[in-house]
């Protein structure tokens, strides 16, 4: 067994040096991201939420997402209500990249439903969660507005990743985690792990965490705790419980921790990443899920067990990035 530690040693240090190349460069099937823009109520909050929406479209141009902002413009295609629910209608409903939607605003709760306020009639998590009901392509749902708590438990689902600026619907104050979240997304320095690149779950925890020094550093009450959900649980996870990138707490026994999946999506991949094919990073990615459930029951397992699981899983990993490896070779010698 020592001689398989060892080697899985060596396919470990390989594989942190594969993963290390930051280059901001186009990404190869980008992800399709719709920005909609609610209602302000007043113009300093127009204003806060056009420089926000702005920040995801340069995002979006740098990184190659196609990208659609509902909201900032004249209604001569219908009501926002009415363009957001066509733009879902016309999105794909299957495949490999996937779909950000981005609600920027505000948010109002009655104690028993939770609406999103748009400029005309406003659209409620219920109705959203039943336009997104025909989607089987990885979702990513980021709620950035005041009382966008009920958002997370109505929109969570096995294959999406739901990020909340509330932690519930009585959380009514403005919320700034959308400035913060929109500043972040491909923000270098919120790569936590210095992989090159910046993950959703690292977005979302350096927006959290601004979020939460904002309130203390101006001495006041926090009236907005962000939530991110991406094991279907309805739950949700806040900053504070992770510790780096790993969630040290579990919302419910027998579920995978929070944040796993979040940090397997990148609006702006690294090079690495890149030249992994849609169906290699697939495959990656459910690795890495087995990895980390496997250490999770590190503690239920011999040592010779767990060694044996965590070899063939190493091994396929390292696989996987020397085929990408070799595959974009090839592509750079092509005469």
């Not at 016309?90 to 490999?96: F, L, R, T």
């Not at 700034?176 to 270098?188: K, L, Y």
């Amino acid at each position: 067994m020592q001689l398989n530690r060892c080697l899985l040693g060596l396919l470990l240090a390989a594989l942190v040096t594969l993963r290390a190349e930051p280059v901001p460069a186009m990404t190869n099937n980008p992800p399709a991201v719709i920005v909609l823009v609610g209602a302000p109520g007043e113009e300093a909050y127009g204003e806060k939420f056009a420089e926000w929406a702005q920040h995801w479209e340069k995002a979006c141009r740098e990184t190659g997402a196609s990208a659609v902002t509902i909201g900032l413009t004249n209604q001569t295609q219908g009501t926002d209500y009415q363009q957001l629910k066509q733009a879902l209608l016309d999105a794909p409903k299957e495949s490999e990249n996937e779909l950000w939607l981005v609600l920027i605003g505000h948010g109002t709760y009655d104690g028993k439903e939770a609406k999103y306020n748009l400029r005309g009639p406003d659209v409620s998590a219920a109705e959203l969660a039943s336009w997104l009901q025909p989607f089987r392509r990885p979702l990513i749902l980021i709620n950035c507005t005041s009382s966008s708590g009920p958002f997370l438990n109505k929109l969570s689902a096995p294959g999406r990743i739901v990020l909340t600026a509330t932690k519930s619907g009585h959380e009514q104050n403005y919320a700034r985690f959308g400035q913060f979240i929109s500043e972040a997304i491909i923000d270098p320095e919120a790569d936590l792990d210095k992989d090159g690149q910046t993950s959703l779950l690292e977005a979302f925890l350096t927006a959290a965490y601004r979020v939460a020094d904002f309130y203390k550093t101006e001495g006041r009450l926090a009236t907005e705790h962000p939530l991110l959900d991406d094991n279907g649980d309805g739950r949700g996870t806040p900053a504070d419980w992770f510790r780096g990138v790993r969630a040290v707490k579990k919302s419910s026994e027998g579920v995978a921790a929070d944040g796993l999946r979040a940090h397997q999506f990148h609006l702006l991949r690294s090079q690495q990443e890149r030249e992994l094919s849609p169906a290699l990073r697939s495959r990656r990615d459910q690795l890495e899920l087995s990895l980390a459930k496997l250490r999770e029951s590190k503690g239920q397992l011999s040592e010779d067990d767990y060694y044996r699981q965590l070899e063939p899983l190493m091994i396929e990993l390292a696989m996987i990035y020397q085929k990408a490896a070799a595959a974009s070779s090839a592509e750079v010698n092509k005469p």
